[in-house]
Each structure stands twice: as C-alpha cells, then as structure tokens.
C-alpha cells in the first residue's frame, strides 16, 4: 500500500470532521475511509475488469514523464491532476484509490447542508442520510475505483452548496470560489458543468417572479421547468454534440454486455426531445429484471429497487413537507436535466450505475424527511433515544408530518365523495 497518501488522507480526514465537529459523522467517516481503502486495494484488483483505470494511469504517467499520450480532453484533463498527484505520491493507481475514499466520505458535509437548506424545518441529525450517502453498496464500490467518479461527486455538491450558500447569506467573497469549481468540473465532466448551469438559470428566474411577487404554483413552476428543459437541449446542441457527433458516441456506447435500447439512432433534435423521458428512467433504473444475465447485471440490479424507493421518497417528501421553492427548482431541474442528458446518450447501463451516482445522492437530498422518519423508526426499535426527551418529541412530530398530511387529504377526498 502507497504508505504516504494514506497518512495525508487519514490528517485531512481528521481535520475535516473535526471542523465539522459531529462525533458520530466522525465514527462513521473513519469508518467508511478504511473501507474504501480495502475495497480498492484488495477487491478491485481481484474483479476481472479494468475500467478505465489503465487509461487514466497511462496518461498521468505521460504527462509526468514527457511524453504526449493521445486521449479525449475529459480523460487527459484528469489525468493531468493524477499526474500533479504523481509529483509528490507513488505513480501508481493506489494513490489515487486512496484519496477517493478521502473524497467519498467528504462529500456528505456538502450534502447536509444542502438538506438544511432545502428543508428548513429539517433536524441538523441527519444520520439516516449520512448512511446512505457512505455506505450504499454499489455507489461505495464505485466510488472506490482509482477513477474521476470520487472528486467529481465532491465537486458538483460542493459546487451547490456554495452556490447555495452565496445565495441565501450574500456571501460574495464566496461566490469568486464558483468560477474555479465551475472551470475544474467542466474539464472532468463538462456534461454536469453546463447542467449546472441551467439549474442555476430556472433557480434564477424563480427568484425574479418570486420578487415581483408573482404567485407560484406547481403549473407555474412546471413550466419553468419545460422552458428551461428546452433551452437546455440547446445548450446541449451548442456545446456537446451535433447529431452527428450524438449518433457517433450513442453507438460507441451501445457495446458490452449490458447494452439497452441496441441500435436506435437520431434523425433531428426532435427526436431528443421525444425520448427524453423514456431514455431518463433507462438511465436512471436499468438494469430492470429482463436484462441481469451475469453476476455484474445482478450486483448492478441490486441498486434498482433502492432507487425506485428514494425516487418515491423524494416526490413524497417535495409534495407534502415545506421547503426553499429556489433551491428545490434548482435541485429538480439539475436532476431532470441531468438524467435526460445522460440517458439520451448512455446506452450501457454498466457505465449509468458510475454516471448516476451524482443522482442517486440527489434524489436522497431530496427524500431527506422521509429518511428521517425512516431513522427514528430505527432509532425508536433499538431503543436509541435522541439526546433529550424535547427533542425527540420534536423529532417525532417532524417525522410523522407526512402521515398526517396524507390521512387528512384521505378524508377530505371521502368527504368530496359523499
């Protein structure tokens, strides 16, 4: 094991959740780093596939020694950072395994403050989510590969967060950060770049009606959402793929053993804009029963019904709990636009369980109050109470809003029938 990265990680580990100064994140981050770290050297190397983890290295390796190495830009932009990396670590793909797990457990802080921000009502204990954002099985392995998946996860919610918090504070020393964030994501992933910025332009044009006191309601904002959904295909026309380019990398990607949708191609940008809806739910929840013909479609199958439940949590949670309308546009319009963006392209789900990582953490943001319902049910059968006897109270009549506001829509609806 590359001795020297592990010891700077497990120092600006400790120094991070010292700043953050939440003892049981603390347990559970030192925790889910020294699983990172077994599962990307010792279980990695034994699964028969490789990834791109060689082209990364490849390129990390040139860049350090000279020499030209011909790769796409998002591959060579990496790969330039792995190289940096090389200068002062080991030159070998463990350094990097062992600084994604130092990034996979970062990435809950900028995710926590989300929910607050999201949902004002919500408790600062959000260990149900903390859980699932460290330890789900499939984004854990994942996010352990010596790839660009770690950092850039950290990076788009670290990205929101500030944007988030620029937002709401006024906080505009903060708000310089962005450029540079926005710069090193669309080197990596230019694709979650320019959605991040058409979530920002809806989030934007909800606040300027919300300032001139137009009254917002779910059809207004649905049709914020259609417009900016239109413009962005355009944005995505501009400066990703012509058609040519999008039926040339729709076919590269429809190769491999766990392909879906085989030999569909775009005839004009309609067609986008057609199956945009029916290519977003493949994205987002293949690999479905019909497809698992080997171990990995299985393991990959796995994620499928946890998806089902948090994308359903998160509908529950926006439709009945109070939230920020401005960061939930922003949030919901990130991810629509992200998984349509994504799904017109990706045809191998093997590659969407990497890709949709970002959205699966995004659709547990948003199911945050039901998630915390689901934690004091836990909570309450281990018998593990809250600090105070308040704040349980507290917490349990949070928990329960949902309930109420359904049985009292159940009677309402029965007394309209009668």
Not at 216 to 227: E, F, K, Y
Not at 278 to 293: D, G, K, M, S
Not at 307 to 325: G, P
Not at 389 to 409: I, K, P, S
């Amino acid at each position: 094991m590359a001795l020297s990265p592990f010891i700077v990680s497990v120092f600006l580990l400790l120094l991070f959740t010292k700043f953050y100064d939440d003892t049981v994140y603390r347990a559970a981050a030192i925790i889910a780093f020294l699983g990172h770290v077994f599962v990307s050297l010792i279980l990695v190397p034994m699964v028969p596939y490789g990834w791109d983890i060689g082209n990364f290295h490849d390129v990390a390796v040139g860049i350090i020694s000279g020499e030209l190495i011909a790769a796409s830009s998002t591959v060579t932009s990496f790969g330039t950072l792995q190289g940096f990396l090389y200068i002062f670590f080991p030159a070998e793909p463990s350094t990097k395994a062992i600084l994604n797990g130092l990034f996979a457990v970062l990435v809950f802080i900028p995710i926590s403050y989300i929910c607050r921000r999201l949902y004002p009502r919500l408790d600062s204990e959000q260990y149900g989510v903390m859980a699932l954002i460290l330890f789900m099985p499939l984004p854990f392995y994942l996010l352990s590969l010596p790839m660009r998946d770690a950092l850039s996860v950290l990076l788009v919610f670290t990205l929101l967060a500030a944007a988030i918090h620029t937002a709401t504070t006024r906080n505009f020393p903060l708000g310089l950060t962005l450029a540079p964030m926005w710069g090193m994501m669309y080197l990596f992933r230019p694709e979650l770049a320019l959605v991040f910025l058409v979530a920002i332009g809806a989030a934007t044009a909800v606040w300027v009606l919300r300032t001139i006191d137009f009254e917002l309601s779910i059809p207004s904002l649905t049709a914020i959402v259609g417009v900016v959904g239109v413009l962005g295909v355009g944005i995505f026309a501009e400066f990703m793929y012509s058609l040519e380019r999008a039926n040339s990398e729709l076919s590269y990607r429809a190769r491999g053993g766990a392909v879906y949708l085989e030999g569909m191609q775009y005839s004009s940008w309609f067609d986008f804009i057609l199956v945009a809806p029916t290519r977003a739910i493949y994205f987002q929840f293949a690999p479905f029963p019909l497809h698992v013909e080997q171990i990995f479609h299985l393991l990959a199958f796995t994620m499928t019904p946890i998806v089902i439940v948090l994308f359903i949590s998160a509908a529950r949670s926006l439709y009945e709990c109070e939230y920020d309308e401005i960061i939930a546009v922003m949030l919901v319009v990130f991810y629509l636009a992200g998984v349509a963006g994504y799904g017109l392209i990706n045809s191998n789900f093997g590659t969407n369980v990497r890709h949709r990582i970002v959205f699966d953490f995004l659709l547990v943001v948003m199911a945050a109050p039901v998630i915390k319902r689901w934690e004091l049910q836990v909570r309450e059968w281990l018998g593990v109470s809250p600090r105070d006897r308040e704040q349980h109270d507290e917490q349990q009549r949070e928990a329960h809003e949902l309930d109420r506001h359904v049985n009292v829509r159940s009677e309402h609806s029965q007394e309209t029938g009668d």
